[in-house]
């Protein structure tokens, strides 16, 4: 769904999830360092999802986690951040 929409808009799958993140409500804060990332990443200003894209957007399953970040204990082992939570 992310890459037809990434092609119908003419825009990176990256675009279409912040454009989709922005439209949602949500504050975005895309991580970049390369010059030409960070440019494309502010370039979802000239195009907007229709209301029926933005719902099969959010039909999507949301089971995973798409970012699980780890933690380092005092002893030096990686533990994941949320590993106590019952949903994780």
């Known amino acids: 769904l992310v890459l037809s929409l990434a092609e119908k808009y ?3 799958p ?3 999830c912040i ?3 922005v439209d949602n409500g949500n504050i975005v804060i ?3 360092v390369t010059p030409k990332r960070i440019k494309s ?4 200003w000239d195009f907007k999802l229709t209301k029926e894209e933005v ?5 999507l399953p949301v089971e995973v986690r798409y ?4 933690l380092t204990k005092s ?4 533990v994941w951040r949320d590993a106590s939570h019952p949903h994780f």
Not at 41 to 44: D, G, L, T, Y
Not at 67 to 70: A, D, F, Q, R
Not at 75 to 78: A, C, H, L, P, V
């Open 55 to 59: 719902k099969q957007l959010n039909s």
């Open 30 to 32: 895309p991580k970049s």
């Open 75 to 78: 002893d030096g082992s990686r």
């Open 67 to 70: 970012c699980s970040p780890k």
């Open 10 to 12: 003419n825009k990176s």
């Open 41 to 44: 990443n502010m370039e979802v």
């Open 14 to 16: 990256a675009q279409i």
């Open 19 to 21: 454009r989709y993140q």
